[in-house]
């Protein structure tokens, strides 16, 4: 059963820890990041990144999953369904004990030789081997029982099956296109984060003042807040996560940050950024931004706008924007290649959204 009150507490003492920042010394932050971090007139951030893979990748036509046949099979198989018991010292390990779980062979889930020690096995076999699972480096001690293996037999793919088993398409044809084009897609939208964030990461490190602590353990706080958040969503006791991966709350906490002390470096030196080019943001582009959180969190744009009015948050939404309006033009004034050091053009990734 999930710990909510354990993660509860977890959380508040971290923040009170931190202590709460002032109105006072929120201005005196604000008053401070309209210096420039780095030095304007340098060369544009060069992001070099290996794209090509995610926009050229044609493999996925080669595997299409189709309904299948499950046939018994004595020998290697696709799919098994097995029992697996992990315990350390005697103790079981979270996420290392399950019954009846349907297995596809090759996914790699458990521990790097886990799936070889499951090739040739049949029915009503055990396994039993000590091995680090994945993503850790301690032992654990691991049972599994072979309840049932099956292989996956896949039909022919013709415009008669298509026409029976997928909706809104009669041909084999129709229905690659359609999945060619929301590949395309997803793809594209990788190579569109993987840029920004190698642009982002690389302005950061041009960042040569030391950033605000307050503002590091602000962002912090966020960070821990949405972790815990996210295990309580997901049914996960913090404390049983913790004793898992060997960690202690203070080492938890301080795993995260770097990408603090990163998010901040480059908060500041896209504000220096703003500033250097004069970015503004109108009554156009905060009538704009607030109609998007209105949409987004499903209230009426008045509501948003008063709840912003009275907590003195459009100041702070106006330099959001204006920083926004940053990211796009260093994505505009920054290089991307692909492996052989072509660059690309930023067109190809943004087309017209981030227009001229």
């Known amino acids: 059963m999930i710990s909510f009150d354990a993660a509860d507490r977890f959380y508040k003492d971290f923040v009170a820890s931190l202590g709460r920042k002032t109105r006072d010394q929120k201005r005196r932050e604000s008053n401070k990041r309209g210096s420039q971090p780095f030095e304007k007139g340098r060369e544009p951030v060069r992001a070099s990144s290996s794209i090509e893979e995610l926009m050229t990748e044609q493999d996925w036509l080669g595997r299409v999953e189709k309904e299948a046949l499950f046939l018994d099979w004595e020998r290697k198989g696709d799919h098994v369904s097995l029992d697996l018991s992990g315990t350390r010292e005697g103790n079981p390990v979270p996420g290392l004990n399950v019954e009846d779980w349907a297995y596809e062979v090759g996914k790699a889930w ?59 398409f009669d041909s084999v044809d129709a229905w690659k296109t359609s999945l060619r084009s929301r590949l395309e897609d997803m793809k594209l939208n990788q190579a569109r984060s993987v840029f920004v964030d190698r642009t982002t990461s690389a302005l950061a490190e041009l960042v ?40 202690t709350p203070e080492s938890f906490v301080e795993s995260l940050r770097g990408e603090s002390e990163k998010a901040v470096k480059i908060d500041l030196a896209l504000r220096a950024v703003a500033l ?70 930023a067109d190809t990734l943004f087309g017209e959204e981030l227009g001229e």
């Open 110 to 168: 458990v521990s790097p030789s886990f799936d070889d020690k499951l090739i040739g096995k049949k029915s009503g076999d055990t396994i039993e081997f000590t091995e680090a699972p994945n993503g850790t480096t301690d032992d654990a001690d691991m049972k599994v029982v072979v309840k049932k293996v099956q292989e996956m037999v896949l039909e022919d793919l013709t415009d008669e099956w298509v026409s029976s088993h997928v909706a809104e």
């Open 208 to 247: 040569e003042v030391d950033s605000p602590e307050a503002m590091i353990n602000s962002d912090l706080q966020s960070r821990v807040r949405g972790t815990v958040e996210q295990f309580q969503a997901q049914g996960i006791a913090l404390e049983q996560w913790l004793s898992a991966t060997r960690q």
């Open 276 to 345: 250097a080019e004069g970015f503004v943001a109108d009554d156009d582009d905060l009538e704009a931004e607030l109609n998007r959180i209105a949409t987004q969190a499903g209230r009426k744009l008045a509501q948003v706008r008063k709840v912003y009015e009275q907590n003195d948050a459009i100041a702070e939404l106006e330099a959001q924007i204006c920083k926004s309006k940053a990211v796009d033009w260093l994505l505009r004034n920054s290089t991307l290649v692909d492996a052989d050091g072509t660059a690309i053009s």
